[in-house]
């Protein structure tokens, strides 16, 4: 049984069980680097156990230590993560949906430790960006608020038509004088 694993078989019905996790780079070691491999976290994780199913509550908290896209210095990123998902005892284990989960009737123990690391991973953003640049990305927001992109062309416009008669384009009267 790992460390972040829980005996369910325990847990008495109907009420709800606490578990707290201190969550490091041992963690990180255990799960994956790929997204995150350094931070301290507090993973608060309550479990309700019903007749056919168990609600897990999780609660993480801390920071990731991850490394600008531009300047590849490394800083603290706060994480508050809240995240449930309902176990439901069945015949099969099987991924229902991503907050419901079937877990065989028979399970003696919950694996928490690679949701908890997902619900890390999730938080974090594609683009890491440093904190002293956060201003200048707010500024650049401020210009064009909805972020998006825009394409003008002067064609487009109807204000740019060539000076000869009804726009048209003065190479085409070149070509008509061949005829």
Known sequence: MGAYSVNIIGL?????????????????REFGTDLVSQG??????????????????????GNAVLVCDRSLEPFDFPIDSKHSIVFKFGDVNEEMSDEIIMIHRDTAT?????YMYE???LAI?????????QETEDDEDEENPEG???????DS????????NNGIDPRWDILKKLK
């Open 125 to 133: 953003p594609m683009k890491k960006l440093h904190p002293k640049f």
């Open 12 to 28: 008495s019905s109907n009420k709800v069980h606490h578990f707290d996790y201190d969550l490091g780079e041992a963690f990180f």
């Open 110 to 114: 919950l694996e928490l430790g690679q």
């Open 148 to 154: 998006k992109i825009v394409y003008t062309s002067s």
């Open 40 to 61: 301290k976290f507090h993973a608060y994780v309550a479990l309700n156990k019903h007749e056919t199913f168990i609600e897990a509550d999780f609660n993480i908290k």
């Open 119 to 121: 619900f890390i991973a």
């Open 157 to 164: 416009s109807g204000d740019d038509k060539d000076d000869d």
